[in-house]
């Protein structure tokens, strides 16, 4: 069954770690295998997503009905949406020595996501824990305990940075 937990949880997880400078050219390294395979690789991560969280369909009216997951793999909108999510994280992989950067492209989806689409902030988590689980089983023999790591270091850099545009705009 679903859960979706609330801004406690939020608050405990957000604490992101600094990522080394080994640790990003190991994300880097697997990133460009993943990238490589960019549409296919996002559609799986958007598919267990909704077929793990179902209730996150309901931000996506193109495919919120949809529930056979072969369904949602042809679906047009769905693997444009993989597209555009994967070129973000792919800005993001590339920039990780620009701080900046990185935090400008992560509150722009932030704020897109929290004012346009209301989508939950938790829903980042998820979608970014699903993302380590179908990078480590797509590539497993690139996934070390160090690469595991490191991407998890990751998941909470955009997490945590997508959440902050949402603070951003309460404290408004």
């Not at 190991?26 to 295998?33: A, L, Y």
């Not at 395979?37 to 799986?44: A, L, R």
């Not at 346009?116 to 980042?124: A, G, Q």
Request: aromatic letters at 10%; one cysteine or more; glycine letters at 4%.
């Amino acid at each position: 069954m679903e859960k979706v937990q609330g801004e406690m949880e939020i608050e405990r997880w957000e604490r992101s770690e600094e990522i080394s400078d080994a640790e990003k050219k190991v994300i880097q390294e697997i990133w460009s295998r993943v990238y490589a395979n960019c549409e296919d690789v996002g559609v799986s991560i958007l598919i267990r997503f909704f077929v793990n969280f179902p209730s996150a369909k309901q931000y996506f009216s193109q495919f919120k009905h949809m529930e056979d997951p072969l369904e949602m793999e042809r679906s047009l909108q769905l693997r444009k949406h993989a597209r555009r999510v994967m070129g973000a994280i792919n800005t993001v992989v590339e920039n990780l020595n620009d701080s900046e950067k990185v935090s400008s492209v992560l509150a722009l989806v932030g704020k897109a996501h929290a004012l346009k689409h209301k989508v939950e902030p938790i829903y980042f988590k998820k979608l970014t824990g699903v993302m380590l689980e179908v990078i480590a089983e797509e590539y497993p023999n690139d996934f070390t305990p160090e690469a595991h790591g490191a991407w998890t270091k990751m998941k909470t850099l955009i997490y945590t940075h997508v959440t902050a545009a949402y603070k951003e705009l309460r404290r408004k």
